[in-house]
C-alpha cells in the first residue's frame, strides 16, 4: 500500500468539497472547477501544481477539439438536416406509442454519434411534445427515453461525447496513444443495442406517465386559482393611466404580488408590456395572483372581481403568446432572479410560473425566485421576443397557447423546409473531418479545427454563431477540472487509491474489478459531471491495472464508457436535465429507470470490452 502524505491529504480535501459544491449547486460546476483550478495552483508547494499546470486544461487538445465539435455541429445543425430527421420521424410514427418510442432511440441515438446530443435533443424535444399531444400519448412516455438515447448514441464514436475526446487525451498522455475515430465503435454499438432492448421493454414499462397529453398549459401549471379578471371601476386610482404607468404601480406596491398581463376592452385583447394604451373605466384587467394578494389589489384599486369567468389558454393567447420553455444550462439567464433577468422590460415577457421537475411548481413571489438550468418556465410574451430567447440560446420551447413554436420543424401534409443551400458543403466538411481524423492523417483536433475554418470560409457558418454555439459552461468545467488529474499523479493519490482498487484483484478476478469500477464511475458521473469521474478515474484506473498485471486500455475504455451512464440522476448529464421539467418527472424517477439501465451496462461492457480488446 502507498503511503499517505500531507500532499495527498491537501488535494483529496480539495476533491471533497468539489464533491459538496457538485453535489449541492451551491455554485455552477464550472465555477466550482474554476475555484479547483484557483486551490490547486495557490496551495503549489504541497499540490505540486504551479501556475502552467493550473492553466493547462485551456490548451489541452481536449478541450480545443470539444470547443471545434460545438461549432462543427452547429454548422450542421444549421443545414436543417436534423429538423427534416424530426419531420419524417413525425409523419412515420404518429399514433403509436411503441413506434414513436423505437423511432425516436434509433434516431437520437444514431445522429448523437457525429453531432453533439445537445442540439439534437433540443430539436426533438417539442417535436414530440407536439406529436405526443395529436395523438394522446403523454410525452413523458418518450422524452427521459430520448435523452438515454442521446447518452447511449455518443459512445458510438471519438467525437460523440466530451468524455470520449477527454479519454483520448488522457490515453495519449498515460499509455503513449489516443483513441482513434471508431475505436470505440464495436462496444458502442452494443451499448445502444442493449439500451434500447432496454428502453423498449423494461424502460418502457418503469417510465411513468407524469403529464397527460393536450393539456393546457394553465391547467398543467395549475393556474386555475391565480388568473382572474377585474373591472376597471370609474374611480378607481388606475382608470385614465397609461398602461405602462398602471404596471409601474402596481409592482411597486409591496402590499400584493400580482402582474398585470392583458388588458381587454370591446372583446379586443392587448398585452400589458407592449400596448401604450390608456387605461378606461369599465376596461378588463387580466392578472397573476394568488387569491389573498387579489382582494388586496382590488380593494386598494377599487376594481371589481369577476370570479366566475376562468381564464385559459386561449385568453391569453389573444392578447400575446402563452409559451412554455425549458432554460438551458449555457442560458444567460439561469443564475439571476426573475426580477434581475428584467424579461418584462427587454423582452415583453412575463414569467407566470416555474416547474422543477414533477412536483416543484412556483407560482407565487417569483420575483425573488432564481433562475435555473432546467427549468419550465411558463411565460406570456411576443413571438418576436421568444423567437430571440430561442435564437441566442437561453431557451428551448416546448409548448405554445397559439401552436406555433419558434424553431420546430412542421410535419403536416406539406413537404418539410427545403435544406439549407450549404447543406451539402457542411455535411462533406464534416465527413472530411470524420475520415481525416479516422485514417489518422492528422490528429483530431487539427482535423476539427481545419472543419471549422472550412466551414466558416465556404458561408456554411459565421464567426458569430460559431461563438455562440459552444457551451462555454462546458468547456471552463473541462478546463478547470483537468488539474485535479495532475494533482493527483503528482502527490500519488491516484497510487494509494489504485492500490486499494488492484487489492480488490485478491479476491476477485478481473472482469468483477472491471464491473465495480464502471458502477463506481457510473455513479460519480450521476452524482458529479461524466467530466469529473473521467478525469479522476481514468488514472487510477491505468494505475490499478498495471499493479494486478491487466491491460490499461481496458480500464480505461471501461471508465471512459461507464462516464457516458450518468442515467440515474437529472443532474448527471444536461440532457437529463433538459427533460426533466417538459416531462415532469421527479428525481425518483431517473432513479427507477436509470439504476437497472445502468447496472445492466456495468455487466454488459466490461464483457464486449474484454471480448474486443482482451484482459
Not at 83 to 101: C, F, H, I, N, P
Not at 395 to 400: C, G, K, Q, R, W
Not at 542 to 557: E, K, Q, S, Y
Amino acid at each position: 500500500m502507498v503511503s499517505l502524505t500531507p500532499g495527498m491529504v491537501v488535494v483529496f480535501a480539495i476533491v471533497a468539497v468539489a464533491l459538496v459544491l457538485f453535489v449541492t449547486e451551491a455554485t455552477t460546476p464550472d465555477v466550482t472547477a474554476i475555484g479547483v483550478l484557483v486551490a490547486l495552483a495557490v496551495l503549489e508547494p504541497v499540490t505540486g501544481v504551479g501556475t502552467a499546470d493550473a492553466i493547462s486544461g485551456f490548451a489541452s487538445p481536449a478541450t480545443v477539439t470539444i470547443i471545434a465539435m460545438y461549432m462543427l455541429s452547429e454548422g450542421v445543425q444549421r443545414t436543417g438536416i436534423v429538423d427534416r430527421l424530426g419531420v419524417y420521424l413525425a409523419r412515420y410514427t404518429a399514433g403509436s406509442e411503441r413506434r414513436l418510442l423505437a423511432a425516436t432511440i434509433g434516431t437520437t441515438g444514431t445522429a448523437a454519434g457525429v453531432v453533439n446530443n445537445t442540439p439534437v435533443v433540443a430539436v426533438f424535444i417539442p417535436m414530440i411534445t407536439e406529436v405526443a399531444d395529436r395523438t394522446g400519448i403523454s410525452p413523458s412516455k418518450i422524452l427521459l427515453p430520448l435523452s438515454y438515447a442521446a447518452m447511449l448514441g455518443g459512445t458510438l464514436t471519438l467525437i460523440g461525447t466530451a468524455t470520449n475526446l477527454l479519454a483520448s487525451d488522457l490515453s495519449r498522455q498515460l499509455l503513449d496513444r489516443p483513441l482513434g475515430m471508431f475505436e470505440f465503435t464495436p462496444v458502442g454499438v452494443v451499448v445502444l443495442l442493449v439500451g434500447t432492448g432496454y428502453l423498449l421493454t423494461v424502460g418502457r414499462a418503469l417510465t411513468p406517465e407524469r403529464v397527460a397529453p393536450a393539456q393546457d398549459l394553465t391547467d398543467e401549471f395549475d393556474l386555475e386559482d391565480h388568473l382572474f379578471r377585474l373591472v376597471v371601476r370609474r374611480d378607481s386610482p388606475l382608470a385614465e393611466l397609461a398602461v405602462a404607468d398602471a404596471r409601474a404601480s402596481l409592482e411597486s406596491d409591496e402590499s400584493f404580488d400580482a402582474d398585470l398581463l392583458q388588458v381587454e376592452r370591446d372583446e379586443e385583447a392587448f398585452l400589458a408590456t407592449t400596448t401604450e394604451r390608456t387605461i378606461r373605466a369599465h376596461d378588463v384587467l387580466v392578472v397573476r395572483a394568488s387569491m389573498q394578494d387579489l382582494n388586496r389589489m382590488a380593494e386598494t384599486y377599487d376594481l371589481r372581481q369577476r370570479p366566475r369567468e376562468m381564464v385559459d389558454d386561449s385568453d391569453l393567447a389573444v392578447g400575446g403568446t402563452l409559451i412554455e420553455a425549458i432554460t438551458l444550462a449555457e442560458s444567460r439567464l439561469v443564475g439571476r432572479t426573475v426580477a434581475d433577468a428584467k424579461l418584462d422590460e427587454r423582452f415583453n415577457t412575463t414569467v407566470l410560473a416555474i416547474k422543477r421537475g414533477g412536483d416543484d411548481l412556483l407560482r407565487t413571489d417569483l420575483e425573488g425566485v432564481e433562475i435555473r438550468a432546467g427549468d419550465t418556465l411558463l411565460l406570456h410574451t411576443v413571438p418576436s421576443a421568444i423567437d430571440h430567447l430561442v435564437d441566442v440560446g437561453d431557451l428551448v420551447v416546448t409548448h405554445a397557447s397559439d401552436g406555433e413554436v419558434p424553431s420546430r420543424p412542421t410535419f403536416e401534409d406539406t413537404p418539410p423546409e427545403p435544406l439549407d443551400s450549404k447543406a451539402p458543403m457542411a455535411l462533406a466538411i464534416m465527413a472530411a473531418v470524420v475520415l481525416v481524423a479516422a485514417l489518422g492523417l492528422v490528429p483530431i483536433v487539427i482535423a476539427a479545427l481545419g472543419g471549422v475554418f472550412a466551414m466558416v470560409v465556404t458561408g456554411c457558418l459565421n464567426t458569430a454563431d460559431a461563438y455562440d454555439a459552444v457551451s462555454w459552461n462546458v468547456v471552463f468545467l473541462l478546463a478547470g477540472i483537468l488539474p485535479l488529474g495532475v494533482a493527483m499523479q503528482r502527490t500519488g493519490g491516484d497510487q494509494l487509491l489504485a492500490s486499494a482498487l488492484a487489492s480488490t484483484a485478491e479476491v476477485l478476478p478481473v472482469i468483477a474489478v472491471l464491473m465495480l469500477l464502471y458502477a463506481l464511475t457510473g455513479l460519480f458521473a450521476s452524482v458529479v459531471t461524466p467530466v469529473a469521474s473521467v478525469v479522476l478515474m481514468i488514472p487510477i484506473a491505468v494505475d490499478a491495472a498495471v499493479r494486478i498485471g491487466a491491460d490499461p486500455l481496458t480500464f480505461l475504455l471501461v471508465v471512459t464508457f461507464a462516464g457516458s451512464s450518468a442515467f440515474a440522476t437529472p443532474v448527471g448529464y444536461q440532457t437529463n436535465l433538459m427533460v426533466y421539467g417538459p416531462g415532469g418527472y421527479r428525481f425518483l424517477d431517473y432513479v427507477k429507470v436509470g439504476a437497472p439501465l445502468q447496472l445492466l451496462l456495468a455487466v454488459v461492457v466490461p464483457l464486449t470490452v474484454v471480448a474486443v480488446f482482451g484482459v
